[in-house]
Each structure stands twice: as C-alpha cells, then as structure tokens.
C-alpha cells in the first residue's frame, strides 16, 4: 500500500545506474561509508580518479579529506588517484572547490559519479549540478550509513524523520533562487 509520503521518498533519494565515468566525487562527510562505496567503484574500474572534498569537522581531528583520504588509502586506492580538495564546509563550497580542483589538474570530465548519503542525494545532485557544466552527466551511487536511513527506513523513526525532512527544507532554501536559471538554460 502507497504511503502518502512515498512522493518525498522518490524525491529525495535520487539514485541512477552507474557505468564508466571520468571520476567519482565524495561530498564530504565524517562517515566511513562514503570512502569505501567510493573504493569500490574505483577498484571495479568505473573510474581513474577520485575527489573527496571537505575542510575541517568539529566531529574529527583532521579535515574530512584527509580522514576520507587514509579510508581509500588503506582499501587499495593509490594516492595519486586521490585528488585533493579540503577547504570546503558546505555542500556548495563541496561542488564549487571540486569544479576548481578539477579545472586546475585538466580534468574536464563529461560523466562523473556522486557517491554521498543516501538521504543527501537529491541535495547533493542538485548542488553539482548547479555548479558544474550543464553537458556533464551526473550519475548518483548512494551510500546508507551507519544511521541506516534509507528510501525503505527513514519514515521509521524520529531521527530518519527529522534528517530527510530537513534535507526537504534546505532543498527548498538553497535552489529557490536557482530556478530562473536552470529555466533559462532549457
């Protein structure tokens, strides 16, 4: 039986297929789980490069490149496929440093691969995509954390509740000045 929620679930938790794209991009995070989906794709040979970004997080000693760095570094990754990005502490500075990073090692890539919280995908999506070229295609490989928030289990409880309604909100915050934009563009 459909929930009437089920609208806020589809939306929220984008997700598409993967194939081979020119890199996988992390958006930061404190989260083991980002890194090793991140791994991975990499060792399946989706990608030559990965590009986790964050500045410093209250919630580590070091910034959240270096910690999602060492996870990738001790699952195989070779560093020089690690790019570095680690002044961002948003989601918009995650996109716009990572756009610049890119740009400064001639990485112009065409397809890209967004490896980022499950309950953060659509926020995150919309981000990149806002930043980045309108011809790059970007593909969503979502990652169910610790937490376990899922499309199957966020309405489960309060904090799956809270966290999904919340991306809802910022969802609404952060791109209502982008529309007129993005209506441009079509």
């Known amino acids: 039986m459909p929930h009437p929620f089920d609208c806020i679930t589809e939306f929220i938790f984008a997700e598409t297929p993967i194939e081979p794209a020119d890199i996988i991009l992390v958006p930061g995070g404190s ?20 590009l986790p970004s964050g500045g410093a997080n209250a919630k580590l000693e070091t910034t959240e490149w270096e910690f999602l760095r060492r996870i990738g570094i001790g699952l195989g990754v070779p560093e020089q496929a690690i ?19 890119l740009w400064h090692n ?17 926020r995150a999506l919309l981000t990149y995509q806002t930043v980045f070229p309108p011809d790059v295609k970007f593909l969503v490989s979502p ?16 904090k799956g509740i809270e966290l999904v309604m919340r991306e809802v909100e910022k969802i609404g915050t952060y791109f209502n000045r982008h529309i007129a934009n993005w209506a441009a563009v079509v």
């Open 31 to 50: 989260v083991p789980e980002l890194m090793e989906h991140a791994s991975a794709l990499y060792h399946q040979g989706l990608a030559p490069y990965i």
């Open 83 to 101: 790019l570095l990005e680690d002044r961002a502490r948003h989601t918009f500075q995650n996109a716009e440093f990572s756009w610049q990073t």
């Open 106 to 122: 001639g990485i112009r890539p065409n397809k890209v691969i967004l490896s980022c919280k499950a309950f953060h995908a659509r």
């Open 143 to 158: 990652v169910v954390d610790k937490r376990n928030i899922s499309k199957e289990t966020w309405f489960q409880d309060s």
